[in-house]
């Protein structure tokens, strides 16, 4: 069982940054290919970032260029940094782990495990 605590989310400005973290329990987090995912009201969840195991990454077309995906092995984390942030960014933010796989991940229903998400608000 892999547990998933995210945190780093706030309210901010646009234009504004953020940088959001995953902790991820477990002694193979280095085999696990990681997702961020988020949802606003009344939306369905949508793909933002993925990492593979071998850190190659995967981004949404509206995030290109604003965030970055990357993790840190040795602290069993994952990172989102969010840059020139927008109100149409505004959303709860989850993250995803899927265990022993090399490619990024776009699909949720393809992971295992997921986080308790934490809220991103931007205000105009």
């Known amino acids: 069982q892999v547990q998933l605590v995210e945190s780093g989310g706030g309210l901010v400005q646009a234009g504004a940054s953020l940088r959001l973290s995953c902790a991820a329990s477990?002694?193979?987090?280095?085999?696990?290919?990681m997702g961020w995912f988020r949802q606003a009201p009344g939306k369905e969840r949508e793909f933002v970032a993925a990492?593979?195991?071998?850190?190659?990454?995967r981004y949404t077309d509206s995030v290109k260029g604003r965030f970055t995906i990357s993790r840190d092995n040795a602290k069993n984390t994952v990172f989102l940094l969010m840059n020139s942030l927008k109100p149409e960014d505004t959303a709860v933010y989850y993250c995803?782990?899927?265990?022993?796989?090399?490619?990024?991940?776009?699909?949720?229903?393809?992971?295992?495990?997921w986080g308790q998400g934490t809220q991103v608000t931007v205000s105009s």
């Open positions: 477990g002694r193979t987090f280095s085999s696990y290919a």
């Open positions: 995803a782990a899927k265990p022993f796989r090399v490619v990024p991940i776009t699909i949720p229903d393809d992971y295992d495990y």
């Open positions: 990492i593979s195991m071998s850190s190659s990454t």
